[in-house]
T-cell receptor, first 115, second 113 residues
Framework: GAGVSQSPRYKVAKRGQDVALRCDPI?????LFWYQQALGQGPEFLTY????????KSGLPSDRFFAERPEGSVSTLKIQRTQQEDSAVYLC?????????????FGPGTRLTVT | GENVEQHPSTLSVQEGDSAVIKCTYS??????FPWYKQELGKRPQLIID?????GEKKDQRIAVTLNKTAKHFSLHITETQPEDSAVYFC????????????FGTGTRLQVTL
């Protein structure tokens, strides 16, 4: 079946612009995570959804970052007034169930470059 | 929160040799430890994982060991092949239903002919 997909794959934004990144998880997966991966680093947690409920947003770096999953499937990560330090790969991951030890399946990521 | 340290940051081995990557974690409440392989420009892919009630797990040429007392876990790759070349990330997950993965900083493995 189809894996996790993300769009766009690449996004170039001028500093100050708003961007929206989309994640399509594997159908039926309850849990959805967003991670930020800076160049040469491991992914860092941003936020977590269980169905449509955002249960953890402790990793969002500022109030310019906002995520939603209104119908419990597709999720959007929005960054307002982008800054150069926002340049990174944004990874989405989904997991079938809620239990902590279920595998997270990653999407290919969106590479955001802020100029 | 959880903190995961990973060593070495780069590792070069000859084809056929073994490779070992080590990670330590800080929170004894972590109970799930996956390893991901990420090729350049690609998504992280799970290669093996271990739960805290197990000390060792093996899958063909790949094995992971966990020492809960010392709070460290290791990835072992035997008979390395050029296609093993990639960046490997360890991660830890706290007990609980809504807990995220905390990743190490990655190890770039280069398998030379």
């Amino acid at each position: 079946g189809a894996g996790v997909s993300q769009s766009p794959r690449y996004k170039v934004a001028k500093r100050g612009q708003d961007v929206a990144l989309r994640c399509d998880p594997i159908s039926g997966h309850v849990s959805l995570f967003w991670y930020q991966q800076a160049l040469g680093q491991g992914p860092e947690f941003l936020t977590y959804f269980q169905n449509e409920a955002q249960l953890d947003k402790s990793g969002l770096p500022s109030d310019r970052f906002f995520a939603e999953r209104p119908e419990g499937s597709v999720s959007t990560l929005k960054i307002q007034r982008t800054q150069q330090e926002d340049s990174a790969v944004y990874l989405c991951a989904s997991s079938l169930k809620v239990a902590a030890t279920y595998e997270q399946y990653f999407g290919p990521g969106t590479r955001l470059t802020v100029t | 929160g959880e903190n995961v340290e990973q060593h070495p940051s780069t590792l070069s081995v000859q084809e056929g040799d073994s490779a070992v990557i080590k990670c330590t974690y800080s929170d004894s409440a972590s109970n799930y430890f996956p390893w991901y392989k990420q090729e350049l420009g690609k998504r992280p892919q799970l290669i093996i994982d271990i739960r805290s009630n197990v000390g060792e797990k093996k899958d063909q040429r790949i094995a992971v060991t966990l020492n809960k007392t010392a709070k460290h876990f290791s990835l072992h790759i035997t008979e390395t092949q050029p296609e093993d070349s990639a960046v490997y990330f360890c991660a830890a997950k706290l007990t609980g239903t809504a807990s995220k993965l905390t990743f190490g900083t990655g190890t770039r493995l280069q398998v030379t002919l």
